[in-house]
């Protein structure tokens, strides 16, 4: 049956067209997702950039990346997690994460203080000495680093702290705390005490990349539309012609 349809040349004679038109739409809407796109990055950019205040946050699970934000509470330097393999400034090291404990008896706070160069094989952790007293941490809220294929478990050894972990989640980090986790993370300010390297910044290509694509495929849909419409008019004229 599609066979027929196919050889016939009325079906045929729309075929073209109706294809040239969903490509269009399909161009269109690509066109106009990358604009999405841009504006999202171009938001994000500008809050990153904003001197708003830092703000203590009522709902945590609302945060978005880079909202500024304080909290008061304790750390809990005991139990502290390097996660390893993070590469800056063409050499690896750790992001030291930090338990950090909300006045108010929240679920734990982690805190991202920073990066530290990796020693040599042989050579013993660095020192991550932070006291526990009170006081008031101010930051960005953010995420642990991810990767997209991580070979084995994130927690190779289980006994003493500080543990090293291979891109753990909020959830394996969790299980070795044996607490609950707020679900963000705070990347602490670079202006805060107690941190190490921070240059934090969103990790992103900017918002020009996706205009271009936006671009090229609104160009596309044009190009198509021009050529639809040159058909058309092709083929009136023909059939103008034809007694």
């Given amino acids: 049956m599609i066979e027929d349809l196919l050889k016939n040349p009325r079906v ?8 040239a ?12 997702w990358q604009l999405d796109r841009a504006a999202e990055k171009s938001a994000l950019l500008e809050q990153f950039a904003t001197d ?3 703000t203590e946050p009522s709902d945590f699970s609302s945060l978005q990346d880079f909202d500024r934000i304080e909290v008061f509470g304790q750390y809990l330097p005991d139990r502290q997690v390097l996660i390893d393999n993070i590469p800056r400034d063409g050499r690896i090291g750790f ?14 706070l982690l805190v991202n203080r920073g990066w530290l160069p990796k020693s040599g094989v042989a050579e013993p952790l660095p020192a991550l000495t932070v006291d526990e007293e009170f006081r008031t ?26 543990r090293v972990a291979l891109y753990p989640t909020l959830q394996e980090i969790s299980v070795e705390l044996d607490a609950t986790l707020l679900p963000v993370i705070m990347l602490l300010g670079p ?6 390297v921070r240059r934090w910044e969103p990790d992103i290509s900017g918002p020009m990349t996706h205009y271009s694509y936006a671009f090229q495929w609104f160009s596309m849909a044009v190009a198509v539309g021009i050529i639809l ?4 008019r092709k083929r009136l004229s023909r059939d103008k012609s034809t007694p």
């Fill in 229 to 232: 419409a040159w058909n058309m």
């Fill in 52 to 54: 708003a205040a830092y």
């Fill in 95 to 108: 992001y030291v994460i930090t338990p950090f404990q909300p006045s108010r008896n929240d679920p734990l």
């Fill in 21 to 32: 038109l969903v490509c269009i739409a399909l161009f269109v809407n690509l066109g106009l």
């Fill in 137 to 162: 941490v101010q930051g960005f809220a953010g995420h642990l680093p991810r990767v997209a294929i991580r070979p084995g478990e994130a927690f190779a050894e289980h006994g003493d702290w500080p």
């Fill in 12 to 19: 045929l004679r729309f075929v073209p067209p109706v294809a």
């Fill in 191 to 196: 202006g805060a005490s107690d941190g190490f």
